[in-house]
């Protein structure tokens, strides 16, 4: 039997991205607002196309059967969290968009599918989206072709985060018209689909892919440098959103397969679990925190580094309560079955 390599400092930069997660909903940790936009913007934002990236790698290779049994195991997980996320996605929709009674409803499907139940959630729909899409339209049109729509549907996308530069009235009211029906470009359609197209290529060729090291490490530095430049050109001019970078595309596609170091030692695949844990529990304690002291609106450092305390140690401390039970558990039935 063929065991499974250990992808131990990739399994460590996921529970890292986790970590930025979570910064990017506790406000800001800095009254400085440029360090604010370098770790919220050009650090943090490197999180949610990395983990497509991920997802989009490991699902390429799985056979037919494994594939069916993951996509049924992430829509479990992801409307038992929508679920229990729905009380704060209710209240959210009362509040900002003025919406009551039935008009829930239409509201919650649509959030269901669409935006996700809460915001953190909206990763789901846009990730089973372009999984399902993207292996439709690369049978009939290939690599070359497909990554071709897919950047300039991307392109399409960042006109949120670019759209300081859009002064054409048709244009600007072309958005703000998109906008004002579908929220957002942040979707399976214009955002997503190009990382899952990337992971999907990296799989595909992985193996030749990992004999050009030196290649890739050129090309992550040189996506470095160019990101430090595009930084400040969006800063300069700061859109509606500030979601999409274009040199995300490079870093990723060098960087990611540089991450995919198999290990002989001891997995820390534990580490890709909690961090998965983190991500789908930290909102909670957070917005608890804002309504108790009715600070959800406040942006101040304190008040950041007071959220992310919360949504880093609640989680783990909920996490090493469940192991402590299960171990207990485990030990009684072990002394149950030596008698």
Known sequence: MQTKPNYNLLYVTQF?????IVVVHSGTLTENPELHFVIKTMICRVTVPFFLVVNAFFFRQKNAEERKIWLKKILQTYLSWSLIYL????????????????????????????TGIYYHLWYFPALLFSLYIVP??????????????????YIIGASETYSAFITMPFLRNILNGYLALFFTTRNGVFFSSIFILMGFFIADHFEKIQRQKSVLTIGLLASFILMAIEGPLI?????????FLFFLLPLLFFGFPLLLKASSKNSLKPLKKAGQFIFFVHLLPIEIFNTLTM?????????????LFLGIFIPILLLRIGHMRKRRQGNTIFLEKAK
């Open 16 to 20: 890292i991205c986790s970590l930025f």
């Open 87 to 114: 009380p704060l996605g209710l209240q959210f929709v009362q509040q900002e968009l003025k919406l009551s009674g039935l008009l829930l409803i239409p509201a919650a499907l649509v959030g269901l599918v669409y």
């Open 295 to 307: 600070t959800g609106n406040e942006v101040t450092a304190n008040l950041g580094w007071t959220r």
């Open 136 to 153: 439709k339209f690369l049978r009939r049109f290939g690599y070359l072709k497909l990554a071709v729509l897919l950047l300039l549907l």
């Open 235 to 243: 800063y300069a001019n700061q859109g509606i959103d500030k979601n």
